[in-house]
């Protein structure tokens, strides 16, 4: 099952390789190796720390920096794994997963930089590991935005889950994955995202997409969690109007939380930050300002 977009956005996703590839630096606190990059600003501006979702890498991000940079510090982390994380993160070699392993593994590198408070954005199923962390250290976070946020599984979500447990064994994973990839993002204005959401994938190890497949185990008590506990943070979703397997969840969370709120992109799908990046970066920009006079 082969995504024909790969003509329209290779060259798209070269530069953003290219840009990523430049002056990274690994972090090694208590054994964990890490990939990040940071693009600073001025030491007095605000830092803005920014985690992708399974699958991807910090290029997610790439429609983002320029404009992000121009207001914050901004920090980008490739989560043990994926992106130029993945052939450090020896340390856990056989081990299993649990989202608090890996929102440490952010704090840890925040730790490491001396960075004492941030904003956080994430996308996907980063926005958990960014509510995870501020479950963990809620006085870290200055405000969260939270892109094709995930905090719900509804009876389709829930399915695709049961279908991966049930032929990842026999079927290969990037069959699956741009399975799950048409469905989450099926427009032709999805493309460019699925095209990313699909590029990254492929270059996970197999040992990889096991630890991370087996961490669904715990999505919906973890989501049922922390839509309970509605943390004290300010907290931007920005969702896109087509996202249909997980916009109707954040409409109805938003509803019950004071400090939250949604913005719905027209014209855009999960991804929503690449889908519609100069609507997404204006919204997300102003939210983070605000958050910070405040």
């Not at 032929?167 to 990839?181: D, N, Q, S």
Request: charged share 25%; glycine share 4%; aromatic share 10%.
């Amino acid at each position: 099952m082969k995504d024909n977009t790969e003509g329209i956005t290779e060259d798209v996703y070269r530069t953003a390789k290219e840009q990523q590839e430049k002056e990274q630096k690994a972090v090694l606190p208590d054994g964990r190796r890490l990939f990040y990059k940071i693009y600073p600003n001025s030491p007095d501006a605000p830092w803005l720390t920014l985690v992708h979702g399974v699958g991807g890498s910090s290029i997610i991000w790439f429609k983002q920096i320029r404009e992000f940079s121009k207001h914050f510090n901004v920090l980008v982390v490739d989560l043990r794994g994926h992106g130029r994380s993945r052939d450090l993160f020896s340390a856990y070699m056989g081990k299993e997963y649990t989202f608090e392993d890996i929102s440490t593994d952010v704090l840890q590198v925040l730790e490491h930089l001396n960075i004492k408070k941030s904003h956080f954005m994430g996308v996907s199923l980063g926005t958990i590991l960014i509510r995870v962390i501020a479950e963990m250290e809620p006085e870290r976070g200055e405000s969260m935005t939270l892109a094709g946020a995930i905090t719900r599984l509804n009876i389709r979500s829930r399915f695709l889950v049961w279908v991966a447990k049930v032929f990842k064994p026999v079927i290969p994973f990037m069959w699956l994955y741009r399975l799950f990839a048409r469905i989450l993002m099926p427009s032709k204005r999805h493309r460019e995202s699925r095209y990313l959401f699909i590029k990254e994938a492929q270059k996970l190890y197999r040992r990889e997409i096991n630890r991370w497949f087996k961490l669904l185990k715990d999505v919906n008590p973890l989501l049922q969690y922390q839509v309970e506990q509605n943390p004290e943070i300010p907290t931007l979703y920005l969702m896109g109007d087509e996202d249909h397997l997980f916009l109707q969840p954040v409409k109805e969370l938003v509803r019950e939380n004071k400090m939250a709120s949604l913005i719905t992109i027209e014209n855009s799908g999960h991804i929503c930050n690449v889908d519609q990046p100069h609507i997404f970066n204006k919204h997300a920009i102003q939210f983070l300002k605000q958050t910070t006079a405040a």
